[in-house]
């Protein structure tokens, strides 16, 4: 498949290099010849220089013949423009990186289909979302969506006090619990484990739990049970779109909101768009003066959304020792993807990069097989396949399968319903199996998957 990748920024150039290891045909145009030198000397893609509002750009990396143009620029008008362009020129599918809310407006009819734009995603929506996700329990460091809105995984951390920590996975306590979730991999130091029944969880591991989203969440509750009766405090650290967004989302869901931002001007910006209510302290978020202030070391959660990686990653670091109970640390250079969760003192860490590139990855359903996250822990994918008559495991259970040491089946979707697999589940035609995957695996698990 002949994907244009319009912007060869960081996005961009991660985005190309996920797509070349599923051997499809990769262009990436961009006006910078600094930027297409970068990616060049990391990859090997077919490279256009020009500007991708451009015609002639756009027909020279071959609009007319590709099946999909990612438009993930960091101009919000250009992208807008070079879908708009693609589309006329023939591109079935066009996906638009958006930064503003309010780029369309449906009410006047004016939407992004109006521009040939076939999807579109946008990095401080995602980005706000995904902390969302784990700002009401300490222990959870990521949910994981899929195809079907019914079905999730959850990434936790057994903590030393933990009743996990110890502890077979047979011997959890509550009988029910293991029949309605599933422990899909651990993390243990830098290796990925295949958990079974004996295996010994142990304090420090991150387990991937998936199952139905209502038992994944029963699960979380009954390990860490909600405390009710007072204010949370969350400090946020940064106030462009993500940051506001997420104090949008934290202020419905009973939180007590506090900002920091370096920016006078940004400063007053937030009193024109949140309560006077909200503390909105204008300082430097290393410097201990500043959170003390804030009030961090009485706060439930602490997050960095600034794009100075270095400062998030030292503020972050400050918050913990200071007393934060849990911090949230959001980078944006890929080089960060592995080293910031790696960090003893920052409990949830997220890339800006990787989450984008997971939202447009999730956009691109390719029938067969269906990419629903790259694990930024380890080098694996979360994937969904399709089981078709033709292949080797229809009708057959699990547990008569040789399956690769490369794949961890985590899921089964069927029809409406969401099984957690076992060696007795047989996989029907038209299952759809959801597995963790090591990349260096992919090819081998296709051909238990093909069309």
């Avoid at 410097?287 to 990653?313: C, K, P, Q, T």
């Amino acid at each position: 498949m002949k994907f244009i990748i319009v912007g060869a920024g960081e996005l961009g150039c991660l985005l190309a290099s996920t797509l070349l290891e599923r051997d499809h045909d990769v262009i990436l145009l961009d006006s910078s010849p600094e930027e297409l030198e970068r990616v060049s000397s990391k990859l090997d893609v077919m490279t256009v220089e020009g500007s991708c509002s451009s015609v002639a750009a756009l027909k020279k990396a071959g609009a007319e013949s590709a099946h999909t143009l990612l438009a993930v620029s960091g101009d919000e008008a250009a992208n807008i423009l070079a879908c708009q362009i693609a589309s006329r020129l023939g591109v079935q599918n066009t996906v638009c990186r958006l930064y503003r809310s309010d780029a369309f407006s449906e009410e006047d009819g004016i939407g992004a289909s109006t521009f040939g734009i076939w999807r579109t995603f946008s990095p401080p929506e995602v980005c706000a979302e995904k902390i969302a996700d784990v700002l009401f329990c300490d222990i959870l460091l990521e949910r994981i969506r899929f195809s079907r809105k019914e079905a999730q995984m959850a990434v936790i951390e057994i903590e030393r006090s933990s009743i996990l920590a110890g502890l077979p996975i047979k011997d959890i306590p509550g009988s029910d619990i293991l029949q309605t979730i599933r422990f899909a991999a651990i993390m243990r130091g830098q290796d990925m484990l295949a958990p079974h029944g004996d295996t010994i969880l142990a304090p420090g591991d991150k387990v991937y739990v998936a199952g139905k989203k209502e038992n994944v969440d029963d699960f979380l509750q009954w390990l860490q049970p909600p405390v009710s009766g007072f204010l949370r405090r969350l400090v946020i650290s940064g106030s462009d779109e993500t940051g506001r967004i997420l104090a949008r989302r934290a202020l419905d869901a009973g939180f007590e909101v506090r900002f920091i931002e370096p920016n006078l001007k940004k400063c007053e910006e937030l009193q024109d768009l949140f309560p006077s209510s909200i503390m909105m302290l204008n300082g430097d978020p290393t410097e201990e003066e500043i959170l003390e202030e804030a009030g961090v070391g009485a706060a439930d959660v602490f997050v960095n959304v600034s794009h100075d990686d270095e400062n998030n990653i030292l503020s972050c670091i400050l918050a913990k020792r200071m007393g934060a109970r849990k911090v949230i640390s959001l980078t944006h250079k890929p080089e960060y993807v592995k080293i910031v969760p790696a960090l003893e003192m920052i409990d949830c860490a997220f890339s800006a990069t990787l989450v984008s590139v997971n939202s447009i990855l999730r956009l691109l359903d390719s029938g067969a097989m269906r990419v629903d996250a790259i694990l930024q822990r380890f080098r694996a994918n979360l994937s969904e396949f399709r089981v078709s008559a033709n292949s080797p495991l229809c009708g057959k259970r699990l547990g008569d399968c040789r399956l690769p040491s490369s794949l961890i089946l985590s899921l089964v979707f069927r029809g409406a319903d969401v099984l957690t697999p076992s060696g007795s589940t047989v996989l029907e035609k038209d299952d759809v199996a959801v597995a963790i995957v090591a990349q260096d695996g992919i090819r081998e698990i296709e051909a238990l998957f093909p069309k």
